[in-house]
């Protein structure tokens, strides 16, 4: 049913998207949504470095 995104069905959310912010909120728009994806990687990378810390210290303990 919604399997793939046709140029027109992007062009129609552009559009909407357009009409619901305006052209002068769109730039703060796209840097708010780029700062938060930013964040939700760093989150996560920094998520996966905690568990590997934690995994290589579980690994030492149970070597000895």
Do not use: H, R, Y
């Not at 994806?37 to 070597?63: R, V």
């Amino acid at each position: 049913m919604f399997s793939q995104f046709g140029p027109l069905q992007v062009v129609i959310i552009l559009v909407i998207v357009l009409l619901l912010f305006g052209v002068g909120k769109l730039p703060q728009v796209g840097k708010g949504m780029g700062q938060a994806i930013n964040e939700f990687k760093s989150a996560i990378d920094s998520k996966d470095k905690k568990s590997d810390a934690d995994s290589d210290d579980n690994d030492d303990t149970k070597s000895i």
